[in-house]
């Protein structure tokens, strides 16, 4: 099969499966979090992991990185936390239209609960203005929440800009960098989440970076792990497939940048009928949102089964809900349903592109063909 949905979940590296193979051995099995031998060899290898991801991009410096189960729980933890640290003036929050669902449905429940919110929109482009942002950033607001790469049509805001306008005004930014680390430099931030599966690493494990000086109350209680901010066992395992993975990613980054950029222009030009969803300008190039007038996205991927690609999000076909931020860049739903997703990455090859791009432009003229 032909592998085109890397921002849903990128392939497991070989260097993260090693790592993690000798937690599944006979005498891997110990509690990182116990006193004894084993369980001091086993922290001793979620601390390393720590060490690994934190090496892999300079803004995670400065800060504290906790080990998470996925940057869902990162990012509802950073925003219930981090509003309940602000003083009763700064209980706002803004945001952006176009963010993951973990993001705005957090903000949602905490608007919810008397939080006072600003869903800003986006352009055709999926870019916010810079000046609908500065206006909507004020005194008193207290976190302001922003993806770095969008992961359903891979935009990449100007997030610079947004965290200095942040700061400037006194709240925390928080940066959802989850499409982005290891592929694009992170920006200075309070509060940063991380998953490992986007960067070739293992499901059920992200982080959430907090900046020095910042200090969040649990989200989760119990066993008072992670120095007493996170609660719940560690797994070593998932841990050092998440570190081997993050260093792979740093020693890689030109190389598996320029392959990226190869790819992304051999697609684009065998897909000349497509029209790209968002800016052309400011994306990462791994990931390709393409609408076709006359197209069923849904009967092009469950026809095409030797490639996998997607029409959007994961979460977002999970829940049946349509594309919000289809809907944010101001395609209707019968726009949305002509769009696909393809993501490519390190191990996707060139004819795996020649040879997806072909099955595709068949099936797709196929179905014009059948719709006459």
Same mark, same amino acid.
């Not at 209980?91 to 239209?97: D, E, S």
């Given at each position: ?27 891997? $099995? ?56 602000? /003083? ?38 999926? /870019? ?10 004020? #005194? ?59 960067? $070739? ?14 200090? /969040?109350?649990?989200?989760? $209680? ?15 395992? !998932? ?14 980054? #030109? ?26 300008? $400011? ?42 931020? !289809? ?30 791009? #072909? ?14």
């Amino acid at each position: 099969m032909i592998y085109l949905d890397y921002q849903a979940s990128a392939p497991l590296a070989p260097e993260a499966r090693a790592a993690m193979l000798p937690w599944l051995a006979e005498d891997g $099995h110990a509690n990182p979090h116990s006193p004894h031998r084993a369980g001091r060899a086993a922290a001793a290898a979620v601390e390393a992991a720590r060490a690994r991801i934190v090496a892999a991009d300079p803004a995670l410096s400065g800060g504290r990185l906790f080990f998470t189960s996925g940057a869902t729980e990162a990012v509802n933890w950073a925003l219930i936390a981090g509003i309940a640290t602000l /003083l009763p003036g700064r209980r706002r929050i803004v945001t952006l239209a176009t963010e993951h669902a973990c993001t705005l449905d957090t903000v949602a429940w905490l608007e919810r609960q008397g939080i006072e919110t600003a869903v800003l929109p986006v352009g055709s482009d999926g /870019l916010v203005d810079p000046e609908v942002a500065a206006a909507a950033i004020d #005194d008193r607001t207290g976190i302001v929440a922003v993806m770095l790469v969008n992961n359903e049509i891979g935009t990449i805001q100007p997030i610079a800009d947004i965290a200095v306008r942040a700061r400037a005004a006194g709240a925390l930014f928080l940066c959802d960098a989850v499409q982005g680390y290891g592929r694009v430099p992170l920006p200075p931030a309070d509060l940063i989440a991380l998953s490992a599966h986007k960067i $070739h690493g293992p499901k059920g494990v992200g982080a959430l970076f907090v900046r020095d000086g910042l200090t /969040l109350p649990p989200l989760l $209680h119990g066993g008072g792990q992670e120095g007493g901010t996170r609660s719940g066992t560690l797994s070593p395992m !998932l841990c050092a497939g998440f570190g081997a993975a993050a260093s792979v990613a740093a020693d890689r980054r #030109d190389g598996d940048a320029a392959h990226v950029v190869a790819l992304a222009r051999r697609l684009r030009a065998a897909l000349p009928d497509w029209t790209v969803n968002g800016s052309t300008a $400011h994306r990462y190039p791994g990931n390709l949102s393409l609408r076709r007038n006359g197209i069923d996205a849904g009967r092009l991927i469950s026809g095409l089964r030797d490639i996998a690609f997607s029409a959007g999000s994961a979460c977002a076909s999970g829940s049946g809900r349509p594309s919000h931020v !289809l809907r944010a860049i101001g395609l209707d739903d019968a726009a949305a349903r002509t769009t696909i997703r393809l993501g490519f990455g390190r191990y996707t090859t060139e004819e795996d592109i020649d040879i997806a791009a #072909d099955q595709i432009t068949r099936a797709a003229i196929a179905q014009q063909a059948f719709a006459a």
